[in-house]
């Protein structure tokens, strides 16, 4: 049976949550600005394009490090979705890869209720300077209809030899998709604000040598 019900008190058995990530292969992305975020690299950007105008807009940075080692880990903890991994949050089947088209699925669980996300990869990016001193990988996703909020999100890791230092970028822009986030509008926006800073920690303490 079709599960599409994104948020619930039941944590959804194994089972169910495999027959409902293959239904959402065949979806649709859930907003009409896909691949935006590769034009729109920065919070200014976004909250300037008056396309956006009806979206909430986040960027999150934080330094993980020193050194070009440092920022192979990044890559990996990127490629791994270490980003996600919070005692609240598992990415369903984590061993997906970061390509574009893949769908992934989020079930979060928090004040006694489980929230079941699907995700699509937009695009995957993998940039070097002419002469190899800075470096930046990351991809964005697009939520699909089984999705609490509608848009698109942003993860980048960069390097800088010249600094030797290592960053993590977020960058997103999101709205409600379903009647109980617009109407928890406030405690929607909270928790985003929550998992924004819990995904800036995972990826540091992961790249902690």
Not at 124 to 144: I, M, P, R
Request: proline content about 4%; aromatic content about 14%.
């Amino acid at each position: 049976g079709h599960y599409n019900m994104s948020i619930s008190i039941f944590k959804p058995s194994d089972a169910l949550l495999k027959d409902w990530l293959s239904e959402q292969t065949n979806e649709a992305f859930s907003y009409p600005l896909v691949r935006v975020t590769s034009e729109l690299k920065t919070k200014e950007e976004l909250l300037n394009d008056p396309r956006l105008q009806e979206y909430d807009i986040d960027s999150y940075s934080i330094k993980i490090g020193s050194g070009h080692q440092t920022y192979e880990l990044a890559v990996n903890a990127l490629n791994s979705w270490k980003q996600f991994d919070l005692p609240w949050v598992n990415v369903l089947y984590p061993d997906t890869i970061v390509s574009e088209g893949s769908v992934i699925g989020i079930l979060a669980r928090q004040y006694g209720f489980y929230a079941l996300n699907a995700c699509r990869v937009v695009y995957v990016f993998d940039e070097s300077s002419e002469d190899g001193s800075k470096k930046s990988y990351g991809f964005a996703y697009g939520t699909l209809p089984c999705h609490v909020e509608k848009g698109e999100a942003r993860f980048v890791v960069e390097y800088d030899k010249a600094t030797d230092k290592v960053f993590y970028h977020t960058l997103s822009f999101s709205s409600p998709q379903t009647w109980m986030t617009k109407l928890g509008y406030p405690f929607a926006r909270l928790i985003q604000r929550q998992f924004n800073l819990a995904s800036l920690d995972a990826m540091n303490n992961y790249c902690l040598l």
